[in-house]
């Protein structure tokens, strides 16, 4: 099950990569290891393992939320436009 989990551990964060944002991946994935050991989970763990890929899972759905926003703000027309 470990390997697995690095498996999509090793896809989020390529996906991460390709997402523009500003922090690196290498800052976003200790920012996760320690979030994840602050809420008492042990590092090489399958509970650890779960804890990030929940973090990133996370990060993603924010990450695509905030771009729909962004898309949707664009599509509605101003009021003021074309007066």
């Known amino acids: 099950m470990s390997g697995l989990l690095h498996r999509a551990l090793v896809l989020l964060a390529l996906s991460g990569l390709l997402s523009g944002c500003l922090t690196t991946a ?3 994935a200790e920012q996760a290891n320690e979030r994840c050991v602050a809420r008492g989970y042990q590092p ?3 509970a650890f393992s779960d ?16 771009e729909r926003e962004m898309m949707e703000k664009t599509a509605i027309p101003s009021p003021n436009r074309g007066n």
């Open 26 to 28: 290498e800052q976003r």
């Open 44 to 46: 090489k763990t399958d």
């Open 51 to 66: 804890c990030l890929v929940r973090l990133e899972t996370e990060r993603q759905l924010r990450v695509q939320t905030r």
